[in-house]
T-cell receptor, first 110, second 111 residues
Framework: SQTIHQWPATLVQPVGSPLSLECTVE??????LYWYRQAAGRGLQLLFY??????ISSEVPQNLSASRPQDRQFILSSKKLLLSDSGFYLC?????????FGPGTRLTVL | GENVEQHPSTLSVQEGDSAVIKCTYS??????FPWYKQELGKRPQLIID?????GEKKDQRIAVTLNKTAKHFSLHITETQPEDSAVYFC??????????FGKGNQVVVIP
């Protein structure tokens, strides 16, 4: 079975600072990968998905970007964080006909 | 695109009673319907799913039913226990292995 790693687990960043969140997957090859954001007490918003190395699709316009430099690595970035970027960031993997979530990164922008 | 509606937003049940959460979807091409349970501060966990070629699936105290004609599916939890208290999300496929999620239901099991 696959395992999804995310780091860091928690992060506090000032407004205007850059961001880099990393997600790696084990136990599967060529998975579809996803980045979701969950604001406090809210639902799951799909930000990006990727079907392969270098292939990124954006769901919503924003100041975030994503990259997939390796088959099992997915990175979420920002050049300048906004207060509204605070939330719980979840990486997910579609494998064996099911979607699983990583443990998440809780980001607070001050 | 696919739109998933989830009702009710909050559900309180007495321990031992049953809980039912209903979701409706709009895209008749959707063929996979998972349910996730999210405890406070944790990741959503897949608890049960159903594909469009079956009408019902059961796993111990939880079951899911699917009505393709009416485009709705439901999660049933029997003999509820305090550890069933969580937010439950339903979802439906919307192409390219993406999922459209409902907004979530807060289930509270009262001891």
């Amino acid at each position: 079975s696959q395992t999804i790693h995310q780091w860091p687990a928690t992060l506090v960043q000032p407004v205007g600072s850059p961001l880099s969140l990393e997600c790696t997957v084990e136990g599967t090859s060529n998975p579809n990968l996803y980045w979701y954001r969950q604001a406090a007490g809210r639902g799951l918003q799909l930000l990006f998905y990727s079907v392969g190395i270098g292939q990124i699709s954006s769901e919503v316009p924003q100041n975030l970007s994503a990259s997939r430099p390796q088959d099992r690595q997915f990175i979420l970035s920002s050049k300048k964080l906004l207060l509204s970027d605070s939330g719980f960031y979840l990486c997910a993997c579609w494998s064996y006909n099911e979607q699983f979530f990583g443990p998440g990164t809780r980001l607070t922008v001050l | 695109g696919e739109n998933v509606e989830q009702h009710p937003s909050t559900l309180s049940v007495q321990e031992g009673d049953s809980a039912v959460i209903k979701c409706t979807y709009s895209d008749s091409a959707s063929n996979y319907f998972p349910w996730y349970k999210q405890e406070l501060g944790k990741r959503p966990q897949l608890i049960i799913d159903i594909r469009s070629n079956v009408g019902e699936k059961k796993d111990q105290r939880i079951a899911v039913t699917l009505n393709k004609t009416a485009k709705h599916f439901s999660l049933h939890i029997t003999e509820t226990q305090p550890e069933d208290s969580a937010v439950y999300f339903c979802a439906a496929t919307r192409g390219n292995n993406r999922l459209a999620f409902g907004k979530g239901n807060q289930v509270v099991v009262i001891p």
